[in-house]
Every structure is written in structure tokens, then in C-alpha cells.
């Protein structure tokens, strides 16, 4: 849910967010397993890998769809 959270933030469709196992308070292992787990899921329009770095943009529908399912039950 940190993932989705923080990227809701991003409007533009061609904006990325570089996400940070320390800014979101996760271990480096469970945000890559977040992160996997969610662009596998197609949450984000795009994302990039980059030498173990992951940037990702703006929720696609199925994420907004995720986000508001985990903040609202």
C-alpha cells in the first residue's frame, strides 16, 4: 500500500517516481517483492528497472482500483 500511496501523487502519464526502500520505511527486499508483485499486476502505466533502481508512473486503473480496495477494505 506505501507504493500505491506514494505514487497516487504522480498526475502526468510520462512522470516517473523513483521508489526508496528508505523513504517508504520498507526493507530493500520487500519493496522489490512489492513492486514485482504490482507492475506484474499492470497497477502502473509504465515503470523502469535500472540497475536495481525501480521508477514507476502513474497508477493505471487497475492500481487506483488496488489502492482504493486496500485503503477502503
Known sequence: M???S??????ETDALLAI????LGL?????VN???????????C???LDVGQY???AL?????MRLDQLANG
Open 27 to 31: 526493507s530493500r527486499n520487500a519493496m
Open 6 to 11: 506514494a505514487v497516487s501523487r504522480v498526475r
Open 46 to 48: 509504465h515503470y523502469t
Open 20 to 23: 526508496d526502500h528508505t523513504r
Open 60 to 64: 493505471s486503473l487497475q492500481g487506483r
Open 2 to 4: 506505501r507504493i500505491l
Open 55 to 57: 521508477s514507476v508512473g
Open 34 to 44: 512489492a513492486a514485482v508483485f504490482l507492475t506484474e499486476r499492470g497497477c502502473f
